[in-house]
């Protein structure tokens, strides 16, 4: 079993910045990617970002491409999720996901999942 844990998020305004981290732990030796999800209010889940378990390849969201970056530091098995010219819109829960399929943007694909961290942003 991962354990995820996250940190981070909060209030910003708008064109602001933030940085949710995701830490993993446990038997992460099945672990092929990690990705962020997030979840608006009274909206379905949906995906953000993902970046395989070695760093080297990420995918995303067309509504983050260009805004968004997710990167690993391999020594602290932590996830990042940058996050610049934040909007309105990207107002939202943020699940970090530990899964098998690398390149999925479905959330049957992953696993195990963090706590969720709210990250508002106001016009």
């Known amino acids: 079993q991962v354990q995820l844990v996250q940190s981070g998020g909060g209030l910003v305004q708008a064109g602001g910045s933030l940085r949710l981290s995701c830490v993993a732990s446990g038997r992460t030796l099945g672990v092929y990617v990690v990705g962020w999800f997030r979840q608006a209010p009274g909206k379905e889940r949906e995906f953000v970002a993902a970046?395989?378990?070695?760093?080297?390849?990420?995918y995303y969201a067309d509504s983050v491409q260009g805004r968004f970056a997710i990167s690993r530091d391999y020594a602290k098995n932590t996830v990042y999720l940058h996050m610049n010219n934040l909007k309105p819109e990207d107002t939202a829960i943020y699940y970090c996901a530990a899964g098998r399929v690398f390149g999925s943007r479905y959330e049957s694909d992953f696993g195990s999942w963090g706590q969720g961290t709210q990250v508002t942003v106001s016009s």
């Open positions: 970046i395989n378990w070695a760093g080297s390849n990420t």
